[in-house]
């Protein structure tokens, strides 16, 4: 009641408040969107990567990029400030080419430096996948970059599987048809029929942050994240675990199923210098685990004879 009175003896002043806060957020907006448009040409959007880590022994299988925008007045940006925006304005579909673009470019370089078997994530959004060019461009990159596809994984949103069935259907046969891997982002979060993971072409499931975040102490959560690794072993499908940041919720996946594992236990997004300083690292844990063990069976050897 004290609220509804003091509302409506301020509700011109409220009203007043409201409008000057929406006006401010719309310009904001409108700003971003503006400069959007120049970040590709000024060079202020810059690809991110976050390592997912084989959960049987801790390789790094793969990286997923995502994108940054360093804003000359405003910083560094995250996506969650500009991609919602940019997907509104259509903005998105220049930008998501120039993500594809990138990564391709970058999975290539790393497959020259010896990770053939590196699998590199892009997330693409729901205009971008509608776009009736998209398939053209894909192939437009595949032939620039001479990338394999089968080493890039395309990440979509159960939103792109929900409207225009056919059509959608269409370009996820297309893309496998040129060997890239399709994961669903964020599964379970949206209103999706189960049905298209039996229909479509899907290769993995990402079990999303909300649901790993509280596995520990929310039982509600953690038969959630029980009943996804459950379907993903009854249609065969891959699974990436996302947001694991606690030791407790490694092992609550590590005893229920084998996955990657993408999260700041491991790792968090990082440049490129530093993703490219922290797979060396994990890689060189294993060639050295490789040494000793060689030295070892060497020396072994060399004692029995
Ligand atoms: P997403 O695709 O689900 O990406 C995972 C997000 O979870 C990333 O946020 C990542 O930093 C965050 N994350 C991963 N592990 C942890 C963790 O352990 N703890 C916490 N607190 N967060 C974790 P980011 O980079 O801010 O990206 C947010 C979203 O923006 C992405 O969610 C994706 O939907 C979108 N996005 C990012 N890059 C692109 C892009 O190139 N194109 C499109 N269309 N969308 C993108
Ligand atoms: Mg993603
Ligand atoms: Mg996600």
Not at 184 to 213: A, C, H, Q, V
Request: contains cysteine.
């Amino acid at each position: 009641h004290q609220a509804m009175y003091q509302g409506k003896r301020n509700g011109r002043n409220n009203y007043a408040f409201f409008t000057r806060q929406m006006s401010e957020q719309a310009l904001r907006n409108l700003q971003i969107e503006t400069d959007l448009r120049r970040a590709v040409d000024n060079n202020e959007l810059e690809l991110f990567y976050q390592p997912q880590t084989c959960s049987r022994n801790e390789k790094v299988t793969g990286v997923e990029a995502l994108i940054r925008w360093r804003h000359p007045n405003l910083g560094l940006l995250s996506p969650l400030q500009f991609i919602p925006i940019a997907e509104d304005s259509g903005q998105i579909i220049q930008n998501g080419h120039w993500v594809f673009r990138q990564a391709c470019h970058q999975a290539q370089a790393w497959q020259r430096n010896g990770w053939e078997d590196l699998r590199v994530a892009i997330n693409i959004s729901p205009r971008q996948f509608q776009d009736i060019h998209f398939i053209d461009k894909v192939d437009a990159i595949i032939e620039e970059t001479g990338i394999d596809p089968t080493r890039i994984e395309l990440e979509i949103t159960e939103t792109i599987l929900m409207d225009s069935t056919q059509l959608c259907l269409n370009t996820l046969t297309d893309l496998k048809v040129r060997g890239f891997t399709i994961a669903i982002d964020d599964f379970g979060t949206g209103y999706s029929s189960l049905m298209y993971l039996k229909n479509f072409p899907i290769d993995r499931l990402k079990i999303p942050r909300e649901f790993i975040m509280d596995i520990e102490d929310n039982i509600d959560k953690s038969c959630v994240v029980e009943a996804i690794i459950a379907l993903s072993h009854s249609l065969n499908l891959g699974l990436v675990a996302e947001g694991v940041e606690t030791r407790n919720q490694l092992d609550f996946l590590l005893e229920r199923c084998h996955c990657s594992i993408q999260g700041y236990y491991f790792a968090s997004p990082m440049t490129l210098l530093a993703v490219n300083h922290y797979i060396g690292e994990n890689r060189d844990q294993e060639s050295s685990l490789e040494v000793s063990l060689s030295t070892n069976s060497a020396s072994t050897a060399a004692v029995s004879s």
